[in-house]
């Protein structure tokens, strides 16, 4: 009785959250072929009423999809902007096959995109685990990238350093207890304050758990769980060449693997005001903008901050 109990309710969220979870846009597929795959790759493309002839590519987070851009979105096209929303594959509605994921490959399949769509010029915004594929895109394709934007991103820590190594076995059957509440309570460590407003971002990411299946879905976060762990760029940021804006939210203190590491441990890890300031050293060229009191998504907790400082960087 209570399996059955257990199973309608999972089934009642995940429809509330098909109906009420819709992206801002009509989401488009492109086909891909990986390892011997056929892979379909989610999209939105969204177009100015007034261009302006520029376009911005948004690279969502580890625990997102193109759901929670709907504002950068909406500011970006009132501002002449044509923006590019993929879903990478193995997130959202984009298939997720099994397969050895890379930021290499991510890379060369948004590049793919851009190609599909005829767009020759970019700017990037990368947040959190976007920010990680931003740099690789950046690094792969600098003569396609016109300036980089990076919103709290990870990886300005090499975490095979301090993070003990989880089998991918481990990995799977940790992530196979992810429930609406377990989502909800890691989430919530992303902002100083909770508001009930914030439960949506977590429904999207529930949402996309389901998507083609729970256990498909899983084992392909498990997989890119191993490509942050395993492939930094935190040694790369040096070679970052062009023009570049860092934004961080000085409240964040996101730590990647925090739940295999001691109290003692994570309290030595993820500052991200004094991460950001080693990410400026880094990058010649580059701009820091510091947001006090503002936790791990500046777009969504700060919108009015985060739209002034992308729009005056994008502008000048």
């Known amino acids: 009785m209570k399996d059955m109990l257990f199973l309608m309710g999972c089934f009642i969220a995940i429809n509330i959250s098909a109906q009420s979870l819709k992206y801002s846009s009509p989401v488009k597929f492109i086909t891909l072929s990986i390892e011997q795959q056929t892979v379909k790759m989610a999209y939105m493309d969204v177009s100015s009423s007034k261009p302006n ?17 709907r504002d950068v979105i909406s ?3 009132e501002n002449g902007y044509r923006v590019i929303v993929p879903d990478q594959v193995g997130w959202g509605k984009s298939d997720k096959p099994n397969i050895h994921y890379s930021f290499h490959l991510l ?6 995109l851009l190609e599909i769509l005829s767009i020759q010029k970019i700017n ?16 792969m394709y600098p003569e396609i990238v016109n300036k980089l934007i990076y919103e709290n991103p990870i990886g300005l820590e090499d975490y095979k350093t301090f993070v003990p190594y989880h089998s991918l076995d481990e990995q799977y059957y940790s992530e196979l207890k992810a429930n609406f509440e377990s989502l ?3 989430q919530q460590s992303y902002y100083p304050d909770w508001k009930p407003a914030y439960d949506q971002y977590v429904s999207a990411q529930y949402e996309a758990l389901h998507i083609p299946d729970f256990k ?11 490509m942050i762990y395993e492939q930094p760029v935190f040694y790369e940021f040096k070679n970052v060449s062009v023009p570049t804006l860092i934004v961080i939210g000085q409240s964040d203190r996101t730590v990647f693997g925090r739940n295999l590491l001691s109290k003692e441990v994570i309290a030595q890890h993820g ?9 400026q050293s880094q990058i010649r060229n580059s701009k820091l903008i510091e947001l006090n ?5 500046p777009h969504i907790q700060s919108l009015p901050d985060f739209k002034k400082e992308v729009l005056d960087f994008l502008k000048n």
């Open 53 to 69: 002839g520029e376009a911005v590519l948004l690279l969502h987070g580890k625990n997102f999809n193109g759901y929670y851009w």
């Open 271 to 279: 500052n991200y005001p004094q991460l950001g300031r080693w990410l």
């Open 75 to 77: 500011f970006l096209t």
């Open 107 to 112: 890379a060369g399949n948004t590049k793919k």
């Open 124 to 139: 990037v915004i990368g947040h959190s685990m976007g920010g990680m594929l931003a740099t690789r895109f950046a690094l």
């Open 293 to 297: 009191g503002v936790g791990h998504i």
């Open 184 to 186: 909800k309570k890691y």
């Open 216 to 226: 498909t879905a899983t084992w392909a976060s498990t997989l890119t769980y191993q």
